[in-house]
């Protein structure tokens, strides 16, 4: 074999698919559980992943090919461990565009997760309210995106051991998923209501003219992640389940500039509440594979 033949097959044999399988083998390698459900915690959210039962933690820095956040508030590890008798595994914390990473990078951990065989994946965030009722500290499901980040992990060739070159996004938040959230937000908490989340690429947050154009699209929440994730997610046939933790009313919404620290004492304030409406829509949604 040529040099150059070589080193084609050498390419050949580091695709995304085999990188996404290294990955998957090496968590495999530090773990017996085989997780059901997988959770992407957004800013300030990741303290779920400590109330996990019989936790194993793998620094990000560990895992073959797998992206390292250096956001504040995301710790940069994966947890894997129960919740209740649920097998799951939670990122404490994401990688974003902002930092720098491409969109691919951005959603290959839901590529390690859909190669170790999990079915669903729960992602979370923290979001601006663009619709007046969500104030600071309110959980909204997200029942649709609009992607304006402008970039897609699915640009290139398609491979087809992921999925098909033109996903349907039809229902890219599932239906079931959304009804039982909502159900329980409003069984155990003061409701749980809808929202469509915009996504844009940051890092600096919105103008009010900004704002003001979301709200005519139709956009309810913004944010600078999960959109990536969703898409990759869905071009796997995993199921989702979005959730965001509206941290701030959305530019020009208050006379008053936004800040990244106020971005995290929120959703620091409402972890009990989140916490507590994952331990309930968990066993139920996981029911859901039986
Ligand atoms: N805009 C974008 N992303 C965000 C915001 C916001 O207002 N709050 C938390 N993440």
Redesign the pocket.
Known sequence: MSSSQKSAKKLKAESEFDRAESAASFIFSKTKLRPQIALVLGSGLGAFADEFRTPVKIPYAEIPHFPRSTAIGHAGQLVAGKVGEIPVVGMQGRVHLYEGYSAKDVAFPIRVFARMGTKIVILTN???GIKPEFVAGQLVVIKDHINLQGVSPLTGPNDERFGPRFPDMTAAYDRRFREMAVGQGNRHHSGLPEGVYAA?P?PS??TPAEIRYLRSIGADL???STVPEVIAARHCGMRVLGISCV??A??GILDQP?DHKE?LEIAERVKGQFIALLKTVIPRIAAELD
């Open positions: 923290a979001a601006g844009l940051g947050y919105e913004v944010g600078m941290t701030n959305a530019a936004l971005v």
